[in-house]
């Protein structure tokens, strides 16, 4: 009689040692948080993008006291249609229409409104990156660590397989099968959780990058504006 062993994942996760199992547990909770993240930055940074495609246009054809009074209306700052690039925008432009800027324009220093709306631009500009890139070091760390910690679990799966088969006087493939096969469980979990995250880490810093790209442009394009306007 030939008695065969179920090697299904489920048998396998459940027979598994205590460490293997924790191992195990502990990538699927970063998985699980990893794809939230994941799913999280797609739709910010695509919100990003098409509220920056929305606003350039309508700045290049409006009048700029226009785009700010649109940008600074109570419906769109209730709603949260406002996005990073008309957040830029506004700082720079209510920095520029202070009442502090414009004095120390009279009194001799025209670049001083311009300076002071450069640098709240920059301010703004700072907080807007930290935004978008909130979370990416997670995926990285996730990245890069997860399948080191599969290989711990199955190092730790396949040292008690061995030592299980030092008490047996007869070694078969059958006999040490079960646990090799559990502790290379630990491994695809670890790479599973870890590929999504690398690719979406390596996906969204570029989309960052050229949103990063898009926002300086922008200051410095508006920055031209404001010098002109300042003479």
Do not use: C
């Amino acid at each position: 009689m030939i008695v065969t062993q179920d090697l299904s994942f489920i048998s396998l996760i459940s027979g598994a040692s205590a460490p293997v199992q924790a191992v195990m547990a502990l990538l699927v909770i970063v998985s699980a948080m990893s794809w939230t993240y994941i799913f999280r930055k797609l739709t910010a940074i695509r919100k990003a993008q098409l509220q920056t495609d929305e606003f350039e246009k309508g700045f290049r054809k409006a009048d700029l006291s226009r785009v700010y009074a649109e940008v600074t209306s109570a419906r769109r700052r209730q709603s949260g249609e406002s996005g990073a690039l008309e957040r830029i925008f506004e700082a720079g432009m209510k920095e520029f229409r202070e009442p502090h800027t414009q004095t120390s324009s009279k009194d001799g220093d025209p670049g001083a409104p311009l300076d002071s709306a450069r640098r709240a631009m920059r301010a703004a500009y700072q907080r807007e990156m930290d935004a978008l890139e909130t979370h990416l070091s997670f995926l990285a760390s996730v990245g890069s660590v997860s399948p080191y910690v599969g290989l711990f679990g199955t190092v730790w799966g396949i040292m008690n397989s061995f030592r299980g088969l030092s008490n047996l006087q007869q070694t078969t493939l059958a006999a040490v099968a079960p646990g090799i096969a559990e502790a290379l469980i630990a491994t695809a979990i670890g790479l599973f959780a870890a590929i999504p995250a690398v690719v979406a880490y390596n996906r969204y810093s570029h989309d960052i990058d050229r949103l990063s790209i898009r926002f300086e442009s922008f200051i410095e394009d508006f920055s031209n504006i404001l010098a002109r306007r300042a003479r």
